[in-house]
């Protein structure tokens, strides 16, 4: 049995409350607790750097302990086992990036497109992250290859309504096929992101730029 199939156990109140509301101000986590989640953080953000490095199955737990000074059985304490580890880790990497990107609620489609792509050019580690585990991901037996393929379609069904929402008000141009676009372009991001990872001095942004005003925006 692999160290990764061996099981184990297992904000803040608001700025603007008044004195006598702070009193019963809800507060964060004290004591062993708090020492918990600090751990928990740093075993995340080891984890982070090593799968981006080396990819799910190359990326041993034995190594993420190490990077934090634990033993294997304290990381499985915390996270029960090595797939829910990777599982944690993905979705730190989509916190990161929505929190990178900022509200794009207010913004239209391009723009949030462009939001996006600056916060993974902020965040080279976790591009790192997803563009080796999603090529790993595509072997069927790959814990991630559901996830992957979920992401990928739900990403598709958010992205179709916007496409067609930019084709009203003038920002898209009409004759796009948006089904096609909603699948072509996740799939330049990553490839754009695989170049720049190649290459640092590749610039992702201006040639995701380019992409966006030769495929979406009107002629």
Not at 4 to 31: F, I, L, Y
Not at 59 to 86: C, N, Q, W, Y
Not at 178 to 188: N, T, Y
């Amino acid at each position: 049995m692999s160290e990764g199939e061996q099981g184990g156990a297992g904000t803040g109140p608001d700025a603007a409350a008044t004195p006598a509301s702070d009193a019963h101000a809800p507060r964060g986590p004290r004591g062993p607790y708090r020492k918990t989640e600090e751990r928990r953080r740093q075993i995340l953000d080891q984890a982070v750097v090593v799968f981006a490095r080396r990819g799910y199955h190359s990326g041993s737990l034995r190594e993420i302990a190490r990077g934090v000074g634990m033993t294997v059985p304290g990381i499985l304490h915390h996270f029960g086992d090595k797939e829910s580890l990777f599982q944690a880790v993905l979705a730190e990497r989509d916190q990161r990036v929505r929190q990178a990107a900022g509200d794009v609620s207010e913004q239209n489609l391009i723009e949030q497109f462009r939001a996006v792509m600056r916060a993974v050019a902020d965040e080279p580690g976790l591009s790192s992250l997803y563009t080796i585990v999603s090529a790993e991901a595509t072997d069927h037996e790959h814990p991630a290859h559901g996830d992957f393929r979920e992401r990928y379609a739900e990403n598709a069904r958010g992205v179709i309504p916007a496409l067609i929402a930019g084709q009203q008000d003038g920002t898209v141009r009409a004759d796009l096929d948006v089904m096609q676009a909603a699948r072509v372009i996740p799939a330049v991001m990553d490839g754009l992101q695989q170049q720049w990872l190649l290459d640092a001095t590749f610039d992702l942004e201006t040639a995701f730029d380019d992409f966006l005003r030769g495929y979406l925006l009107p002629r």
